[in-house]
DNA sequence: TATATTTAAGACAAACTTGTCCCAAAATAA
DNA sequence: TTATTTTGGGACAAGTTTGTCTTAAATATA
C-alpha cells in the first residue's frame, strides 16, 4: 500500500533528519542528507526546492550553506509537508477513484473511507516535527534501511 | 491520496457491477462492464485476467459468454481482490517507506500507521462484494463517474 | 462447416513517477 | 580576483503504471 509518493516520504525523512540533529543552529547540507539517508542527491534536492517555494524551508548557497526549517519545528506538521509535495487536494480522494464522491454522490464505500480519510488528516495535522523529532532521539529511531 | 491502482479500483468497480446487477444467472461481458463504467475494454479485460487465474472469477468464451463470479458474493471480500490485484504484501507497508519496519525496528511513525492500517485491512476483511451489492441497490449507487 | 461472438495473451505505446546529469547562480575563502 | 562549495533549475533517461492494438482460442448458432 503506497499511500505517500517517493517525493513526500523522502521530503519527510529529510525533515526528519534535519530535527533530529543535535546541532539546530546550522544549515543542513543536502549532500549530507543524501547520503545519510540513501536519497538522490539531485532528486532530494529538488524535493526540497520545492518546500523553499512554499516557504517551509530555507535554503542558503556556498560553503556551509544548506536547509533549515524557516519555522520552529513544534509549528510544522506532516500535513504541512504532504500537502506541498502531494497537492492541496490530497486527502479528498475517493478510494473508488469517482469523480465528485461525497456526502450527496457517495461511491459504495464512501462512508467508511471518509472516517479513514478523516482520521488520518487529524494525525497528520496534528503531529509536528518536534514531536517525531524528540522521539527519534529518545528511542534511536532510523531514518533510512 | 491514492490507496489503491487502477487495476484494483477497476476490478472492484467491475465486481461491484456484477453483484448489482439484477439477474445473477448469466455471465457479464467484459465488453458490457468496460462500457458502463468507463473502462478501457483491454485493460479490464487483462485485470479479470487476473482474477480469473486465481479462482476468484469464471470465464466463459463465446456468445454469452463473459464473467462470473466463482463464490457466492456473501464470501468474496475486498481484501480478496485487493490482495490479488496489489500483491500479498499489501497491508505491510511501511509509510516511510523504510525495509523491516515493524515492532523491532519501527519507523518514527510506526505506531500510528499501524493502527491505521490495521483498521483499514479489517474493514477489507469484512466487507464483502454481498454487503456492499446490497447497498449499491438499495440506495442507488454509482460506480462510475 | 462457416461465421460471429467473446475471452486469452502478448506486443507495444503513452503517461506519470523517479532518478541522472549538466550548468548557472550565489556565497565563502584564499 | 580566483577557486571552491553549495543550492537552483532545466533537460533528459529509466522505470512503472496505464492504456491500445492485434491475433489466437473457445464457444454458439445457422
Not at 549530507?32 to 542558503?60: A, C, D, N, P, V
Not at 504532504?82 to 473508488?96: P, R, Y
Not at 472516517?115 to 523529532?133: I, N, R, Y
Request: proline letters at 3%; glycine letters at 8%; a negative charge.
Amino acid at each position: 500500500m503506497k499511500v505517500l509518493s517517493k517525493a513526500s516520504v523522502y521530503g519527510l525523512r529529510a525533515l526528519l533528519y534535519i530535527v533530529s540533529k543535535k546541532d539546530k543552529s546550522e544549515y543542513v547540507s543536502i549532500r549530507e542528507m543524501s547520503e545519510e539517508l540513501s536519497i538522490s542527491f539531485h532528486f532530494l534536492t529538488k524535493i526540497l526546492q520545492s518546500l523553499t517555494q512554499r516557504g517551509l524551508l530555507e535554503s542558503y548557497r556556498g560553503p556551509n550553506g544548506g536547509i533549515a526549517l524557516k519555522l520552529p519545528a513544534e509549528e510544522i506538521f506532516l500535513i504541512d509537508v504532504v500537502k506541498i509535495l502531494e497537492g492541496e487536494n490530497f486527502f479528498d480522494s475517493c478510494l473508488l477513484g469517482l469523480p465528485g464522491c461525497g456526502e450527496f454522490e457517495p461511491c459504495p464505500v464512501h462512508d467508511f473511507w471518509k472516517v479513514t480519510k478523516a482520521a488520518l488528516q487529524d494525525e497528520f495535522a496534528t503531529t509536528s516535527l518536534a514531536e517525531l523529532g524528540t522521539k527519534i532521539s529518545e528511542n534511536r529511531l532510523r531514518l533510512s534501511g
